[in-house]
């Protein structure tokens, strides 16, 4: 017994010497842990500010220019003769911009409808955990101006300018579930000034939702899908543009650096928001596919000044 | 124990410590962050230091690179801390009670990224007005600590990193 408490004794003096460094840690961390706890903010719920098609719940930071060149060839099922479709390619150019950490702009150019497109993009809030402002999910809105300007298809006609723009409103609810999952809904709302014929609705309802599954540090695996709803203003009009489908696409991200790559299939044309969710005409699963890619390449235009 | 050190006058502490670090690779980009958020004791008895470093509060001037270093490098979500648990060799040297400024060498465990190893350096301490000021500067390896460089922007980040510690210390009340 006496042995024992002597072993005891012996072992908590050693014990002090070699983990005095490790009470002085102790103590660091009691005199830090008093201190208001700040937020904890979810980052990279997303890679880029676009999931596939539509807007991801992410922005450029502010001060970063993003310069965004994305391609939808032809149809899959077109055959050999156009090489599945790699002889036909609609583009859109644009070019982001963060005013400020929770708002940034854009605009862009498709030749799809020879379309001019402007956004602005707010984040309403952040997902945190810890702090006085925690929530389990960030949320954004997304306002989209479209302006089309193909030739009028009746120029003996009296056209309206406005009746080119369209407009879709998206508010982009989204949470990153862990390191490797993040989800994300839309419900998005799409006006077109004019409507194509009598029956066609001017305002069209849709829900949207996508994720991605991250498959390692730099590769993520999407999808992203958007579901008109059959909502309507004026009875008896139909909710949706005649032989449209919901849009769908799949596809992956692959960051390299200052580049993000954006592979996908899609069954969608267009790459502005009222194309690719009201106009989407192919049928994902009867092979009217379209193979297409987004590439990101930021620039930082003003940089964060470090504390020296 | 911990009731001795809350009555001594010989501990140390700031919690408004500055860490950067930089690449020194001869890349257009700068490959540099700071933080000053780095909270530290100083044992001037015992001549141990220990720091604690939130691994997110490093910032760098472009947000992307900040993101990936987070993200990609230092995956900050599974370590989210840095330590140091370090003693001042040559204790002998430093007059605490007498300004002016004395050349130390340190000697410690520094954990990042998971990783534990044993890392010395040379810095000063600098005693002026009841205020100490450490100042240190030394390299890393990143393999030490197993952060790995894709090949692709191999060219932009080396291997050896410099890191430069600067604290103010106050009579920690």
């Known amino acids: 017994m006496k042995n024992h408490i002597l072993f005891l004794f012996l072992m908590s003096i050693s014990w002090s010497t070699v983990h005095a460094q490790d009470d002085l840690m102790k103590m660091l961390e009691n005199e830090t842990s008093n201190e208001k706890k700040k937020n904890d903010y979810a980052t990279a719920t997303f890679k880029t500010t676009r999931l596939m098609n539509g807007h991801s719940i992410e922005n450029v930071a502010a001060g970063v220019l993003d310069f965004k060149v994305s391609h939808r060839f032809g149809m899959l099922n077109s055959g050999g003769y156009q090489l599945f479709g790699l002889d036909q390619a609609t583009m859109r150019m644009g070019l982001d911009y ?26 309403i809030l952040r997902q945190a955990t810890g702090g006085k402002w925690s929530s389990p999910v960030s949320i954004s809105a997304v306002s989209t101006v479209m302006l089309k300007t193909l030739k009028w298809e009746d120029p003996k006609l009296q056209n309206y300018y406005t009746s080119r723009l369209s407009f879709a409103h998206q508010l982009i609810i989204a949470r990153k579930f862990s390191e490797g999952l993040s989800l994300q809904i839309m419900p998005s709302f799409v006006h077109y000034n004019l409507a194509k014929s009598v029956n066609d609705p001017n305002d069209i309802f849709a829900l949207g939702a996508g994720g991605r599954i991250k498959l390692t540090k730099r590769l993520s695996f999407n999808v992203e899908y958007y579901h008109i709803l059959p909502i309507s203003f004026v009875a008896g009009e139909n909710y949706r543009l005649p032989g449209t489908k919901n849009s769908l696409a799949i596809g992956f991200d692959i960051e390299t650096g200052g580049h993000i790559f954006q592979l996908h299939f899609t069954n969608s044309t267009g790459m502005t928001e009222k194309t690719f969710i009201t106009e989407t005409t192919g049928d994902f699963f009867k092979g009217d596919i379209h193979f297409g890619f987004n590439i990101s390449r930021v620039f930082t235009i003003k940089k964060k000044r470090l504390k020296k | 124990m911990s009731a001795f050190f809350a009555e001594a006058q010989h501990m140390y502490m700031t919690k408004t410590g500055k860490v950067s670090f930089s690449s020194r690779a001869k890349s257009p980009e700068k490959v540099e962050a700071d933080n000053n958020e780095v909270s530290s004791i100083l044992n001037t008895q015992s001549g141990e230091m220990v720091f604690a470093i939130l691994v997110k509060s490093f910032h760098f001037e472009s947000a992307l690179m900040e993101e990936h270093f987070n993200e990609n490098y230092v995956e900050s979500n599974k370590y989210p801390k840095s330590t140091f648990k370090g003693k001042i060799l040559n204790l002998s040297a430093v007059n605490f009670s007498k300004e002016g400024a004395y050349p130390v060498n340190v000697e410690g ?13 040379a810095g000063s301490l600098s005693v002026k007005a009841g205020k100490i000021t450490a100042f240190s500067k030394f390299q890393v390896k990143l393999k030490d600590f197993k952060v790995s460089i894709p090949s692709l922007v191999a060219d932009k980040i080396s291997e050896d990193i410099d890191i430069v510690v600067e604290c103010n210390y106050e009579l920690k009340k």
């Open chain 1, 98 to 123: 963060g005013i400020s950490n929770r708002l940034m702009i854009g605009v862009g150019r498709s030749t799809f409808q020879k379309q001019y497109d402007a956004f602005g993009k707010f984040k």
């Open chain 2, 109 to 121: 465990d520094l954990t990042f990224h998971g990783i534990t190893k044993k890392v010395t350096s």
